[in-house]
C-alpha cells in the first residue's frame, strides 16, 4: 500500500480530486451544497462507496457543507485507499452540483 506525503498527494489525486488539499497528515475537502437534504442524500451515497472499499470517511455535516478528511489510521498515514475514495467522492459530488 503506497503511502503519500505532502508532496506526492497532489499528483495521486490528480484533476479528478483537485477539491482535496493536505493538511496535518490526512486530506480534506469541504463541499457545499443547496440545502441540508442535498448534503444528507450525498452523505448517503458516499457511505455507499464506503462500505464497498471498506474504508471510512472521517466528516461533519453543517446543514449545507460537509467538511471530509481522509487517513487510513490503521496505517497512521494517507495511503491508496484514501485517495481511491477521495476521488469517488469527488465524482459524486459533480453529480450533486
Known amino acids: 500500500m503506497t503511502h503519500y506525503t505532502e508532496a506526492s498527494i497532489v ?8 477539491d482535496w488539499q493536505w493538511d496535518a ?3 480534506k475537502t469541504e ?8 448534503a444528507f442524500d450525498f452523505m448517503s451515497k458516499v457511505a455507499d462507496v464506503a462500505e464497498k472499499l471498506g474504508h471510512h470517511p472521517d466528516w461533519q455535516n453543517s446543514y449545507n457543507k460537509i467538511m471530509i ?7 497512521d498515514a494517507v495511503t491508496t485507499l484514501d485517495v481511491a475514495l477521495a476521488k469517488r467522492i ?7 452540483k
Open 25 to 27: 497528515g490526512c486530506i
Open 69 to 75: 478528511s481522509l487517513r487510513t489510521h490503521d496505517q
Open 31 to 38: 463541499l457545499v451544497f443547496k440545502d441540508f437534504k442535498t
Open 90 to 96: 469527488s465524482m459524486l459530488y459533480t453529480r450533486f
Open 11 to 18: 499528483k495521486a489525486l490528480g484533476a479528478e480530486a483537485a
